[in-house]
């Protein structure tokens, strides 16, 4: 497994230096300001084993056709510089993260097409656990040498799942917020839909806004049905790079509202494990 990570590494690397350069643009690039785009923005891409190949692949389709759409390069090109940098990574438990495509300038049909081609060429892979928290500092930390300088920073996590293993995710959280990185979240609901999981919880989308997201007008669009993945990730990617959250209207609640167990995840697989021994 981790042979053909390595390999998927050098490839995406071929891929990434075959596009343009970041100075090739008249943009002088230095250590202390990259070049500048309107938006940095990190795809965070579960791969947990909770998602079923068919699942990965519907998720990776509709990145693919995020790029080649014309109303998300409109979107790019609508801000004041006019192009975003773009990594795309890969994550299930502790220590199982990979960067698929490395930070790369878009900002034109041509170069969305580039991070196209290479999203679709990636070998599909499934990992142990779920640990949102490590996902995240992951994250955070490729902003440092992105070799841009963007006048937002953003995280965008997809997820069917709470979070398992590693650091408390709420810790993990105020420790990217705290780098004035916004987190947005793409919890994946599915599986509400037919027998839920040992691992799974319920009102996934209430645990993403109140244990996961953070940050300036951060938020959440949620995917409940196979055929919303396209719409979906092309509606949040539109929304990320025009730095617009949807406008969301709150359910009356009946009653006092529940708190959210942000070590639910935690506890389930506890439990498990306890019926395990």
Same mark, same amino acid.
């Given at each position: 497994?981790?042979?053909?990570?390595?390999?998927?590494?050098?490839?995406?690397?071929?891929?990434?230096?075959?596009?343009?350069?970041?100075?090739?643009?008249?943009?002088?690039?230095?250590?202390?300001?990259?070049?500048?785009?309107?938006?940095?923005?990190?795809?965070?891409?579960?791969?947990?084993?909770?998602?079923?190949?068919?699942?990965?692949?519907?998720?990776?389709?509709?990145?693919?056709?995020?790029?080649?759409?014309?109303?998300?390069?409109?979107?790019?090109?609508?801000?004041?510089?006019?192009?975003?940098?773009?990594?795309?990574?890969?994550?299930?438990?502790? %220590?199982?993260?990979? *960067?698929?495509?490395?930070?790369?300038?878009? &900002? #034109?049909?041509?170069? =969305?097409?580039?991070? /196209?081609?290479?999203?679709?060429?990636?070998?599909?892979?499934?990992?142990?656990?779920?640990?949102?928290?490590?996902?995240?500092?992951?994250?955070?930390?490729?902003?440092?040498?992105?070799?841009?300088?963007?006048?937002?920073?953003?995280?965008?996590?997809?997820?069917?799942?709470?979070?398992?293993?590693?650091?408390?995710?709420?810790?993990?959280?105020?420790?990217?917020?705290?780098?004035?990185?916004?987190?947005?979240?793409?919890?994946?609901?599915?599986?509400?839909?037919?027998?839920? %999981?040992?691992?799974? *919880?319920?009102?996934?989308?209430?645990?993403? &806004? #109140?244990?996961?997201? =953070?940050?300036?007008? /951060?938020?959440?669009?949620?995917?409940?049905?196979?055929?919303?993945?396209?719409?979906?990730?092309?509606?949040?990617?539109?929304?990320?790079?025009?730095?617009?959250?949807?406008?969301?209207?709150?359910?009356?609640?009946?009653?006092?509202?529940?708190?959210?167990?942000?070590?639910?995840?935690?506890?389930?697989?506890?439990?498990?494990?306890?019926?395990?021994?």
């Amino acid at each position: 497994m981790r042979c053909g990570w390595l390999r998927w590494v050098l490839v995406a690397l071929v891929a990434w230096y075959s596009a343009d350069p970041p100075s090739a643009h008249g943009q002088p690039l230095t250590p202390a300001t990259g070049v500048p785009v309107d938006l940095e923005l990190v795809l965070e891409v579960d791969i947990s084993r909770s998602m079923d190949p068919d699942e990965q692949a519907l998720q990776r389709a509709g990145y693919v056709a995020a790029f080649r759409d014309p109303e998300v390069l409109r979107a790019i090109r609508s801000g004041p510089i006019g192009r975003i940098a773009v990594t795309y990574m890969e994550w299930a438990g502790t %220590g199982l993260q990979r *960067v698929v495509l490395p930070w790369t300038l878009v &900002e #034109d049909a041509a170069s =969305g097409e580039r991070v /196209a081609r290479v999203l679709a060429a990636a070998p599909f892979d499934a990992q142990r656990r779920t640990s949102i928290s490590d996902a995240l500092l992951y994250s955070a930390a490729l902003f440092t040498n992105s070799g841009f300088a963007g006048n937002r920073k953003v995280i965008d996590i997809s997820g069917d799942g709470p979070n398992n293993q590693g650091m408390a995710v709420l810790h993990a959280r105020d420790r990217v917020l705290d780098q004035g990185i916004i987190i947005n979240g793409l919890p994946i609901m599915l599986k509400q839909r037919w027998p839920s %999981g040992f691992f799974d *919880v319920t009102d996934l989308d209430i645990y993403y &806004e #109140d244990c996961v997201i =953070g940050g300036f007008g /951060a938020f959440i669009v949620t995917i409940v049905d196979p055929d919303e993945f396209v719409s979906a990730i092309r509606r949040k990617l539109v929304l990320e790079i025009a730095s617009t959250a949807p406008r969301l209207i709150p359910a009356q609640a009946s009653g006092p509202l529940e708190p959210t167990d942000c070590l639910a995840g935690e506890k389930l697989w506890q439990m498990w494990m306890q019926g395990m021994e």
